[in-house]
T-cell receptor, first 112, second 114 residues
């Protein structure tokens, strides 16, 4: 069964606006990772947040993790047209007998 | 940083032929490798988990005779799509887990079966 579930499934915003995507999961995890995938291309690793961390930043990206709610969010600030892609969260729970599992993804469209 | 290399990055083949995709961890030993499949506009679905020197563990609904996985060494796993058909056309991505526990992904291989 799917571990991560993103919402929204699709998001369309104007350039310069912020984009927020959420991810929920079901079991205990070792870490949660966010990936970007441009159409027809491979995965690009964005950020990894460990289960004992609550927030991480990387450039215009901000990720939060709430293990009590089993949820994470990815915020992209000052979005650009080049941010248009699908974004996936994935949970890694090797200590808990779970393989790495991806959510269904959020398709972000940033309009110029 | 750690790199996982997949080859070929894209392949076109005729229906009925077999195609092999390689996944190599370039600068680390991978205790476990994973194979994923992605249909257009969908997420990645885990197909199987392979551990070096042992048989792969397949997810429910994945035909083990159709998708042969070999993990012959700590740096190489191969996925062979046997007797490929158009419905096998997909994006296949491998990942490798280092002994530290971190997971690294390949760039993916796009298979088109005519």
């Amino acid at each position: 069964s799917q571990q991560g579930e993103e919402d929204p499934q699709a998001l369309s915003i104007q350039e310069g606006e912020n984009a927020t995507m959420n991810c929920s999961y079901k079991t205990s995890i070792n870490n949660l990772q966010w990936y970007r995938q441009n159409s027809g291309r491979g995965l690009v690793h964005l950020i990894l947040i460990r289960s004992n961390e609550r927030e991480k930043h990387s450039g215009r990206l901000r990720v939060t993790l709430d293990t009590s709610k089993k949820s994470s969010s990815l915020l992209i600030t000052a979005s650009r047209a080049a941010d248009t892609a699908s974004y996936f969260c994935a949970t890694d729970a090797w200590n808990y007998g779970q393989n790495f599992v991806f959510g269904p993804g959020t398709r972000l469209s940033v309009l110029p | 940083g750690a790199v996982v290399s997949q080859h070929p990055s894209w392949v076109i083949c005729k229906s009925g032929t077999s195609v092999k995709i390689e996944c190599r961890s370039l600068d680390f030993q991978a205790t476990t490798m994973f194979w994923y499949r992605q249909f257009p506009k969908q997420s990645l679905m885990l197909m199987a988990t392979s551990n070096e020197g042992s048989k792969a563990t397949y997810e429910q609904g994945v035909e083990k005779d159709k998708f042969l996985i070999n993990h012959a060494s700590l740096t190489l796993s191969t996925l062979t799509v046997t007797s490929a058909h158009p419905e096998d056309s997909s994006f296949y991505i491998c990942s490798a887990r280092a002994v530290t526990g971190e997971l690294f992904f390949g760039e993916g291989s796009r298979l088109t079966v005519l």
